[in-house]
């Protein structure tokens, strides 16, 4: 296995993993590690993760986009809480690291794109997501009304009138009630049916001019 090689084939994609040189090359893989680790040296190779690389700029012929990384990362999951509710613009702050929701073990990564993180839902709550972006950039993000239950759910606390006041939460149309309430069912937690009736009584307000989230 040689570097022009492995231009040839990875040149085209954002990023690749071990797996696939080893199915494309005669290598053992404790070798193509170790070749790996000295491009890596040399920068012609950035590593993601343990097992999951990309090439350099200059060799590369497609950009990366962290959205889309963090999708590719860790699967299955999808972006969710704090990051989905920045891309929403349902909160004023724009969210740098990343978000995500799994239902395989905790797990987080930093690498030269960003700061990935990737909390635990149990599989029956694994729901509420969809493709978005265009093209060879799209992503899975979770909706609306899912990202503000992952984030509530995830975070621990009760979720009172006031503290979902310092969220300063902003364009609540965009949420819509009642698919709120049904995907809060799904959880099964009294907790979360408390912050959806406290949000939702903000959030009528809101909607007739007497509060302002």
Same mark, same amino acid.
């Given at each position: =296995?040689?570097? +022009?090689? #492995? @231009?040839? !084939?990875?040149? &085209? /994609?954002?990023?690749?993993?071990?797996?696939?040189?080893?199915?494309?090359?005669?290598?053992?893989?404790?070798?193509?590690?170790?070749?790996?680790?000295?491009? =890596?040296?040399? +920068?012609? #190779? @950035?590593? !993601?993760?343990? &097992? /999951?690389?990309?090439?350099?700029?200059?060799?590369?012929?497609?950009?990366?986009?962290?959205?889309?990384?963090?999708?590719?990362?860790?699967?299955?999951?999808?972006?969710?809480?704090?990051?989905?509710?920045?891309?929403?613009?349902?909160?004023?702050?724009?969210?740098?690291?990343?978000?995500?929701?799994?239902?395989?073990?905790?797990?987080?990564?930093?690498?030269?794109?960003?700061?990935?993180?990737?909390?635990?839902?149990?599989?029956?709550?694994?729901?509420?997501?969809?493709?978005?972006?265009?093209?060879?950039?799209?992503?899975?993000?979770?909706?609306?009304?899912?990202?503000?239950?992952?984030?509530?759910?995830?975070?621990?606390?009760?979720?009172?009138?006031?503290?979902?006041?310092?969220?300063?939460?902003?364009?609540?149309?965009?949420?819509?009630?009642?698919?709120?309430?049904?995907?809060?069912?799904?959880?099964?937690?009294?907790?979360?049916?408390?912050?959806?009736?406290?949000?939702?009584?903000?959030?009528?307000?809101?909607?007739?001019?007497?509060?302002?989230?």
């Amino acid at each position: =296995m040689n570097y +022009g090689d #492995v @231009v040839k !084939l990875t040149g &085209g /994609m954002p990023c690749f993993d071990l797996a696939l040189l080893a199915q494309a090359f005669d290598d053992r893989r404790a070798a193509i590690r170790v070749q790996l680790s000295r491009w =890596m040296a040399q +920068g012609k #190779v @950035v590593g !993601l993760r343990r &097992g /999951m690389y990309t090439l350099s700029e200059t060799y590369r012929r497609v950009p990366v986009n962290p959205v889309a990384l963090a999708n590719a990362l860790y699967r299955p999951s999808y972006l969710s809480a704090l990051w989905a509710l920045g891309h929403y613009d349902l909160i004023p702050e724009r969210v740098v690291r990343f978000a995500s929701v799994t239902s395989r073990v905790p797990r987080r990564f930093e690498n030269p794109f960003g700061v990935f993180d990737y909390r635990n839902i149990k599989q029956d709550c694994f729901f509420g997501f969809a493709p978005a972006g265009v093209g060879d950039q799209k992503f899975l993000v979770a909706e609306p009304e899912k990202a503000l239950l992952d984030h509530w759910h995830l975070t621990e606390g009760e979720w009172t009138t006031e503290r979902l006041d310092e969220m300063r939460y902003q364009h609540v149309e965009r949420v819509d009630a009642e698919r709120l309430k049904l995907y809060a069912q799904r959880f099964r937690s009294p907790r979360l049916d408390r912050a959806v009736r406290h949000w939702l009584r903000l959030a009528s307000d809101v909607n007739q001019g007497t509060e302002v989230l």
